[in-house]
Structure formats: structure tokens, C-alpha cells
């Protein structure tokens, strides 16, 4: 009797497994499992939701929402008198002329920061200043075309200042004067600051005028940008004032961006708006 015989006789255990192996096997070659995806270190844990089987679980992530354009804000009574420069962004911004004070600040995701300024006299608004910048570092890219700021279909003056040789798509300049009905903006502004500004400004009973006009100031480089904008009283020969003292505030808003304006650059002539 051979070997294999004398085992089948004398071990049960070996026949129990021997016949155990032949009947796994043969359901395993009739029945082959479904083996489970695998995904290396770098790739997304999602990448194959997309291509999932009819016997396959497929993850359709909810996105998150979309961040505020403001992110966080704070208002606040009006403080201390500010003039000449402030600090926004890591730069030195130039006031119009005056005495200003701070009603409301804003860092929103990417390190944009926005500050809202207002000079009152007497109990009667003369300026609203708006900036809006991010850091050299700050992640927020500038715009590729034309921003609105430079383009508005309503604006009654404006400058583009001409691309030079060479210059970066991401590059732009320019000013440019609209006209606001401040009753609407109040009553249904889409700007997170202007419209929070506003209803503190008539809860400490400042009086401002029905009509205004807004003069903004953009500078992009490759890596940031900052928006300036002021709102002065409408009184019907400002249009005509603000043209002219435009381009002499964006010169020296044009080296304040860059790092290099000084105390003796804040002449009269560049911060003497005609409010």
C-alpha cells in the first residue's frame, strides 16, 4: 500500500483537510472574490468614485462652502482721529486730507485685509474711505483682464494707465470716478462693508448726503493688489475737481504701494480731495 493510502486509512485529520482543501479550491475557482482597491500615498482617497462599478459604493463629497469675501469683521464706534499714513497690508497707505476715523476692519481668507474710514464735521459726513489689499505673500491673485475698478460702464472720468513693454498680464493701474445714490446703498448695498458702515453711521446720527461720488484707485503686481476708493458729497462741480486731483493722489499712491513714499510726499496738492 503506498504512503498516501496508509495516511488516508490511519489519519482522519489528514483526510478532513486534504478533502476540505479540494472543496475551497473549487469554490474559490467558481465564486472569485472581489479584491479591494488600492490606493498609493499620493493619490486622492476619491480618485476612483468616478469610476466605480454597479457593485461598487461611490462617495460624491458635499464641497465646502464657499468662504465670505469678508471673513472676519468688526465695527465699531468711531475712535481716534487718524491722518497721513495708516498701515494696511503691510504697507503704508496715504489719508485724504482731514481727520479720519476707523469704523470697520475685515481680514477674509487668503490675507486680504479691509479697513472703512469716515471724517465727519459736525454731524455731517464729508469723506468715507474705503481700502481693500493683500499682502506680497498674501495667496489672493491679481485679476488677468481689466478689474472693475478701472471699468465701470457708469463712471463718469477715468485713466487706465497704458501697459509698458514686457509688463505682466497681472499688472494694472488706474482711477476711475462713479456716481452713488447713497439712499439705494443703503438700502440694499452688496458690499460687506459699505452697508454695515452706513447703518452705524445714521444709528449715531450723521447725516449723509443723497448723492456722492466715488473715486477708486487700483495697483496690481504679480503677487498683490489694493483697491482704494473714496466717497466725497456730490455738490454738482465736484466731477470736475476729482478729475483733476486724481492722478496726483495716484502718484502717490503709486509709491506708497511700493514702499517708497515719505512724510514730505504728503503735499496738499496730492491729499487736499475736493470734498
Known amino acids: 500500500m503506498s504512503v498516501i493510502g496508509r495516511l488516508w486509512r490511519r489519519a482522519p485529520a489528514w483526510r478532513v483537510s486534504l478533502v476540505s482543501a479540494?472543496?475551497?479550491?473549487?469554490?474559490?475557482?467558481?465564486?472569485?472574490?472581489s479584491l479591494p482597491?488600492?490606493?498609493?500615498?499620493?493619490?486622492?482617497?476619491?480618485?476612483?468614485?468616478?469610476?466605480?462599478?454597479?457593485?461598487?459604493?461611490?462617495?460624491?463629497?458635499?464641497?465646502?462652502?464657499?468662504?465670505?469675501?469678508?471673513?472676519?469683521s468688526h465695527f465699531m464706534p468711531p475712535g481716534i482721529a487718524r491722518t497721513g499714513f495708516i498701515a494696511e497690508a503691510g504697507r503704508k497707505v496715504p489719508l485724504p486730507d482731514g481727520s479720519w476715523q476707523e469704523l470697520g476692519v475685515a481680514v477674509a481668507p487668503g490675507a486680504l485685509q479691509r479697513a472703512i474710514f469716515t471724517r465727519v464735521v459736525g454731524n455731517h459726513?464729508?469723506?468715507?474711505f474705503q481700502v481693500a489689499a493683500t499682502g506680497a505673500l498674501g495667496g489672493v491673485a491679481s485679476p488677468v483682464g481689466v478689474p472693475p475698478e478701472c471699468s465701470d460702464p457708469s463712471r463718469l472720468a477715468g485713466a487706465i494707465i497704458p501697459a509698458q513693454p514686457g509688463q505682466s498680464p497681472l499688472a494694472h493701474e488706474c482711477w476711475q470716478v462713479v456716481p452713488l445714490d447713497m439712499h439705494a446703498l443703503a438700502a440694499g448695498s452688496t458690499d460687506a462693508m459699505l452697508s454695515p458702515a452706513?447703518?452705524?453711521?445714521?444709528?449715531?446720527?450723521?447725516a449723509v448726503p443723497a448723492k456722492m461720488l466715488a473715486v477708486s484707485?487700483?495697483?496690481?503686481?504679480?503677487s498683490a493688489w489694493q483697491a482704494t476708493t473714496l466717497l466725497v458729497p456730490d455738490s454738482g462741480n465736484t466731477i470736475t475737481a476729482l478729475r483733476d486731483w486724481a492722478g496726483r493722489y495716484l502718484a502717490l499712491l503709486h509709491k506708497s504701494f511700493d514702499g517708497t513714499a515719505t512724510q514730505a510726499d504728503l503735499t496738499r496738492s496730492a491729499t487736499h480731495d475736493p470734498s
Open 22 to 33: 479540494i472543496a475551497l479550491t473549487g469554490l474559490a475557482a467558481m465564486f472569485p472574490p
Open 37 to 72: 482597491a488600492l490606493h498609493w500615498p499620493w493619490s486622492s482617497p476619491w480618485g476612483s468614485a468616478s469610476r466605480a462599478g454597479p457593485d461598487q459604493a461611490s462617495f460624491h463629497p458635499v464641497p465646502d462652502p464657499a468662504p465670505s469675501d469678508l471673513g472676519e
Open 217 to 222: 484707485f487700483f495697483r496690481s503686481t504679480d
Open 125 to 128: 459726513l464729508t469723506g468715507l
Open 198 to 206: 452706513l447703518s452705524l453711521l445714521g444709528k449715531l446720527n450723521v
